[in-house]
Every structure is written in C-alpha cells, then in structure tokens.
C-alpha cells in the first residue's frame, strides 16, 4: 500500500460540507483511492473508491486532480451520524490486499 | 442482510478454552480475509481466501489459530487453548474477487469482540 497522509481531526457542524484531504505522492499506476468509514465498536465500512477525476455516489465524492497525488473526499451536508474516523488507502490491488490503517481522520459533527 | 455477517458478536470465555468464530461473506464474493484488531490498534491481516484455498495464511500469528472456507462461502477462525493476548476483535471482510483484481474493495462484518479471561 502507498504511503497516505491526511489530517488527524476535523471538527464540523450539521448541514456543512466535510472535506477530507489525503496526500499520497507515491502512488502507482495501477493503484485506485478507497475511502472507508469506521464508527465505534464496528468494522470499517466502505465509502468510495476512484482512479481519477470524480466520483459520486449517495454517500459521498471523490475529487482526484490530474496528478493523482492527492484525493478529497467530501461529505455533503453531515449529520451527528456522521461522526467518526476515516480511512484513505492508496493500492488495493495485487498484493495489496492486506489492508492497513492508519490513524485516519477522526471527524467531529457538533449541533 | 446483504452484508457480510459475523457471530457471535461477543465472546467471553476462559484462557485455554477453544473457540470458533464465523464469518458469512457478501453472496458471491469469491475472496474472504481475516484480520485482527487490538484495543486503539490498526488492522492486522491474519488470513486470506480465495474459494475455499488459503493462499496466504501468513499472518495467522501461531500454530494455535487456524481457518477454513467450505462452499466458498462461509469461514471459521478457530483459536485453541486461548490466551489473554487473543483478546480483541476479530474482523472479517469480502471481495467480489481476489487479490489479483485492483478496483475490488474489501466490505467488512461488524467483527466479533472476543474477551480472555
């Protein structure tokens, strides 16, 4: 797996958009960006997953700029709910499936 | 559910006791891993699937852990004679293919908290 660097914490309020960044100079070719979720006391939970430029799903987006360098994942509009840590993983593919997280991104969502 | 399902959820018994945690994968995911994490540790993989072969069994930390995939579907991780230092939860996730496949992404069970005592 590729080095990732993102942000230990974020704090945010109900009804704003959360974006997380996450850097990842060294990633390959054929590597794809996947984001997961992991609240307390669950297993991690898969959010998105991109190659390049964006993509969207009922959850979240993914912005991967040209270079591919780096990733956003953005939440719209979050809720209470929406508080916890997440995960950014650079190449899951061949022999890349023994995942490893990092400390991810604890976000907070306040009232 | 259309998740990957676990059981039990909790489990507490006695050091030197054996047990036997289940995983049941998303239907037709043909490639199924195990990992292990610790109280505010990361992952660490224990096991890998592909079918009903083990591939890569080379996290399982000792002789006293194993696993076995029937029908290509569901897998067990046995732990004989616990100890203490088994005690954390035991995570199970699913790909629709295996290792080989670069976009496939691993969707996880809510684990299986085990206690030592």
Redesign the interface.
């Known amino acids: 797996l590729a080095k990732t660097t993102q942000p230990i914490s974020m704090d945010s309020y109900e009804g704003q958009e959360v974006n997380i960044t996450c850097s990842h100079n060294n990633i390959a070719t054929n590597d794809y960006i996947t984001w997961y979720q992991q609240f307390p006391s669950q297993g991690p939970r898969f959010i998105i997953q991109g190659y390049k430029t964006k993509v969207t799903n009922e959850v979240a987006s993914l912005f991967i700029p040209a270079d591919r360098k780096s990733s956003t994942l953005s939440l719209p509009r979050v809720s209470l709910s929406d508080t916890a840590v997440y995960y950014c993983l650079v190449g899951v593919g061949l022999n890349d499936y023994k995942l490893s997280f990092g400390a991810g991104t604890t976000v907070t969502v306040r009232a | 559910g259309a998740g990957?399902s676990q059981s039990p959820s909790n489990k507490v018994t006695e050091k030197g006791k054996d047990v036997e945690l289940r995983c049941d994968p998303i239907s037709g995911h043909t490639?199924l891993?195990w990992?292990r994490q610790r109280l505010g540790q990361?992952?660490e993989?224990l096991i890998?699937f592909q079918g009903n072969s083990a591939p890569d069994k080379s996290?399982l930390p000792s002789d006293r852990f194993s696993a076995e995939r029937t029908g290509e579907s569901v897998s067990t991780l046995t732990i004989q004679r616990t100890q203490q230092e088994d005690s954390a939860v035991y995570?199970c996730?699913s790909?629709l293919t295996?290792?080989?496949?670069?976009?496939?992404?691993?969707?996880?069970?809510?684990?299986t908290?085990l206690s030592i005592l």
């Open positions: 990957v490639a891993y990992y990361g992952l993989f890998y996290g995570l996730a790909s295996g290792a080989a496949a670069n976009n496939q992404p691993q969707h996880f069970g809510d684990g908290r």
